[in-house]
């Protein structure tokens, strides 16, 4: 709880949520660790996606997946150098679709959810992630949301929504 607490300190502007996000921080971390040491079964495919904020490309991935799976796959996300908030226009962009990110916040990248992970997508930051045998990794080349127009940001967020859908496919779990 403490580690979790001081790795989401570093980066909070604003206090008021730390404790509940800290909550859902270290309950992510402890699952992934549990599942990682085979203390907990895995019911659906295990995705992790990366990027150096954890506030544009893979928060929106994580979405997308999660709205498009149905579910089928439990994703989680992270960055190498998360930052405060997420990206207003990544916020309204996705909004847009319908879905909501209300809930979401940039999270530090961890071992442990490396280590639970069964595919492991980084975006630009595939040299601060950990390798480790048996776990898929890929490399999406997208354009970062940061300091872009919500136009752009919307070209990026259907380039994310594309990769996902062939994700899914390749996990043979059917986009909904």
């Not at 921080?25 to 990366?50: D, Y």
């Not at 149905?70 to 909004?95: D, F, Q």
């Not at 890929?138 to 929504?161: A, C, K, T």
């Amino acid at each position: 709880m403490l580690e979790s607490y001081t790795a989401l300190l570093r980066t909070a502007t604003v206090k008021a949520h730390l404790a509940t996000r800290t909550i859902h921080f270290a309950t992510e971390r402890l699952t992934a660790l549990a599942q990682a040491k085979g203390a907990l079964p895995v019911i659906w495919p295990e995705v992790l996606f990366v990027c150096e904020q954890n506030a544009g490309r893979s928060q929106m991935a994580a979405v997308l997946t999660e709205a498009l799976s149905g579910g089928r796959i439990h994703v989680r996300s992270a960055g190498s150098m998360p930052a405060h908030e997420l990206n207003p226009a990544v916020v309204e962009a996705m909004t847009e679709m319908g879905l909501d990110m209300s809930r979401e916040f940039p999270k530090p990248l961890t071992d442990d959810v490396v280590q639970a992970a069964d595919v492991v997508i980084t975006m630009g930051c595939g040299d601060a992630c950990p390798i480790y045998p048996g776990k898929r990794y890929q490399d999406w080349e997208l354009q970062d949301p940061q300091g872009q127009s919500i136009e752009q940001v919307r070209v990026i967020r259907d380039e994310v929504e594309q990769h996902v859908r062939e994700l899914l496919t390749s996990l043979e779990v059917t986009p909904a």
